[in-house]
């Protein structure tokens, strides 16, 4: 069984990121490769620029809320996000990104005690994360089994291919 602990440096949104800031509606008919330039424009410019692969993001509560669209999450993964943690997503977001791979996890109150840039271990096994600086453990929602094994396939249907 895949290790589900990702270590990453994060950065931190607030409450209500919508799919269209996430990924803004005039680029939805372009490749991924062009819409993962365009992450976040209107609400973190230049964060497509300053981000790293494997980072990991922070957000407040209703994370992906807004239309169902599926490149939303999926040009997350694509720009190498490691993980979205935030205090409550959208539904439709959260289902999606387990479908793909991309690692979410619940953590409520996280935005009040993290700071942007700082380093951070997930444990999506236990629904921890550490504070890496500090050694502080946020408690966040345990995932069901089917969405564990999902993730550590890398996606359902990687998950549904190896049965």
Known sequence: MA?????????????DVDTDQIVPGQYL????????EHVFEAISPGFTKQFKKGGALVAGSNFGCGSSRE?????LKHLGVSAVIAESFARIFFRN?????LPVLVCPGITGQVRQGE??????????????AEGKVLEGVPLNEIM????????????????
Do not use: C, H, Y
């Not at 444990?123 to 921890?128: H, I, K, M, N």
């Not at 249907?157 to 049965?163: D, G, H, R, V």
């Open 97 to 101: 990104a387990i479908a793909i791979g």
């Open 119 to 132: 380093e951070v271990e997930v444990d999506l096994d236990r629904a921890t994360v550490t504070r890496v």
């Open 71 to 75: 490149s939303a999450p999926e040009v």
């Open 148 to 163: 564990l094994d999902s993730l550590r396939k890398g996606g359902i249907m990687k998950l549904l291919s190896a049965e």
């Open 3 to 15: 290790d589900l602990r990702i270590k990453a440096q994060i950065w931190v949104f607030g409450n």
């Open 29 to 36: 008919t372009s490749p991924v490769e062009e819409q993962s």
